[in-house]
C-alpha cells in the first residue's frame, strides 16, 4: 500500500520530489543530520488499530484501521523549497487532498485525514507530519 500511496503524492504533488521511504527516514535519524535540499518527503507507515472481530467456521475476520504518515521537510535553500514554504498552507492543503478519500488495490475503504501537525525543530527546518488512515479488514484462516 506505500508504494500505491508514494506514487500517487509525487504524481498529484510534485513538490514534494521524490518521495524517500522508512529506509531513508532510518538512515537520516540515525546520522544526527539534516536533509539535503529545500523539501525533503518521508512516507512511513503509521498505526494500525483492531476493531470489531468475528471467528466463524474456519474464518477470521477483524475490521482493521490501517495508517501512514507523510513526513515533509521544509527548508528555503532551494527553488522548490522557498516556493513551498511561500504557500505553506496551499502546500499542504495538496498533500490532504491527494490522499483523501481514495483508495489503493482492493481495501475496503478510503484513505481519510486524521491530523496534521508540526513538529517544533530550532535548527531552520519546517517539518510537518500529515495523517491518514484506510479501513480495511484482517482476514485470516485459524
Do not use: Y
Not at 34 to 45: A, I, K, S
Not at 63 to 72: E, H, K, L, S
Amino acid at each position: 500500500m506505500l508504494d500505491e500511496v508514494k506514487a500517487r503524492l509525487e504524481q498529484r504533488v510534485p513538490e514534494c520530489g521524490t518521495i524517500k521511504t522508512a529506509v531513508d527516514w532510518s538512515s537520516l535519524m540515525r546520522s544526527g543530520t539534516q536533509p539535503v535540499g529545500g523539501v525533503n518527503t518521508f512516507l512511513l507507515p503509521g498505526d494500525v488499530v483492531g476493531g470489531a472481530a468475528e471467528a466463524a467456521t474456519g474464518a477470521f475476520t477483524q475490521a482493521i484501521r490501517d495508517g501512514v504518515q507523510v513526513v515533509t521537510m521544509l527548508q528555503s535553500t532551494d527553488a522548490r523549497g522557498t516556493r513551498a514554504l511561500e504557500r505553506i498552507e496551499d502546500h499542504l492543503k495538496d498533500l490532504r487532498e491527494a490522499v483523501a478519500g481514495w483508495a489503493p488495490g482492493d481495501t475496503v475503504g478510503v484513505f481519510t485525514f486524521v491530523r496534521q501537525r508540526f513538529v517544533p525543530d530550532t535548527r531552520g527546518v519546517l517539518s510537518v507530519i500529515t495523517e491518514f488512515a484506510i479501513d480495511d479488514q484482517l482476514r485470516t484462516t485459524p
